[in-house]
């Protein structure tokens, strides 16, 4: 176990650098939050996986001079999968010797302090999420998979593998009915559910450590951002108008494990949308390129 969180904390550390990359990058305006959406998949994915290969170009590479060092795992006959090592504690890693006696006691005792509090929030989060789709098990169908309930304040999108848009009452009857389960069904098409709950979970596993909370806050927001820009890609300018009424008009409210109509700053999206231009094919494809550099630049392990 203590082996283990050696390593975890390690990935922790390396998942708060890339992500702190990525909050710089979020403050560029001119890129669509559609594809900031897909950098927030990087500091996740260093969080959750240990091993990677090395890339001469890398964040990992610069730092390396510094602060890191990078231990290969596995040597094959294409590449190396290496693991990035912040700590440094250790004078071999397979097992773990450190280089201090006393640091074995402080991440065997540090270990079991970590799963007790991870399995603690992760059973909470499981229960929350039960007793929410329990509570909405009598909402009213209006048609297919659009329910309405008074027991919500904000239009969202509660399940994963059956997915039900359920509506407040006073959406009942809004003439603004088609933006909102439009706005919805882009979440579903978009697998956000599934997303938003594998974000949750890794900040429970990475409780200890602060920046994961401070991404999954900010992926949140940006999460529904993107959704608002899927859904005015598919609008004629002349609706956004009329969609960015149908947000004011929502109620907001909190929503764990969903994904809210009204989910996010009512102000920021309002001028997300009302500013809003379609991508064009060149402007997709140089974006595209951007993330592709980025990503290789985030994932990759400094080369041995």
């Given amino acids: 176990m203590g082996d283990l969180f050696y390593w975890l904390f390690n990935m922790s550390i390396v998942g708060a650098v890339t992500g702190l990359a990525v909050v710089l990058i979020r403050l560029i305006k001119r890129i669509p939050r559609r594809w900031i959406v897909l950098l927030w998949a990087i500091p996740f994915l260093r969080f959750l996986i240990p091993l990677g290969v090395g890339g001469k170009y890398s964040l990992m590479s610069l730092l390396s001079r510094f602060a890191t060092k990078t231990v290969v795992v596995y040597e094959g006959d294409l590449t190396e999968y290496t ?9 071999n890693y397979f097992p773990i010797t450190y280089k201090v006696d006393l ?22 989060m499981g229960i929350l999420y039960a ?6 098990r009598d909402a009213e169908q209006l048609r297919g998979s659009i329910y309405c309930s008074p027991k919500i304040t904000t239009p969202a999108v509660y399940g994963i593998l059956r997915p ?19 706005h919805e069904r882009r979440h579903i098409r978009r697998l956000d559910n599934l997303w938003r709950i594998l974000a949750f979970l890794t900040a429970a596993i990475h409780w200890f450590n602060p920046a994961a909370w401070l991404f999954l806050k900010l992926y949140l927001a940006d999460a529904e951002l993107a959704c608002d820009e899927s859904v005015l890609s598919k609008l004629p300018a002349g609706e956004h108008k009329r969609y960015a009424h149908a947000l004011l008009n929502a109620r907001e409210g909190k929503v764990v494990f969903a994904s809210a109509f009204g989910g996010a700053k009512v102000r920021t999206r309002i001028e997300r949308i009302l500013s809003y231009k379609k991508m064009t094919v ?7 390129a951007l993330i592709g550099a980025i990503a290789y630049f985030l994932l990759t392990n400094a080369a041995v």
């Fill in 83 to 91: 693991a990035t090592n912040v700590i440094q504690a250790a004078k």
């Fill in 164 to 182: 039900r848009i359920i509506l407040p009452e006073f959406c009942r009857d809004s003439e603004k009915l088609d933006l909102i389960v439009l």
């Fill in 131 to 136: 007793v929410t789709l329990s509570e909405l």
């Fill in 282 to 288: 060149a402007s997709g494809i140089a974006f595209a």
């Fill in 103 to 124: 640091l074995a006691d402080v991440f065997r005792y540090a270990a079991l302090v970590w799963i007790i509090v991870a399995a603690a929030l992760i059973l909470a």
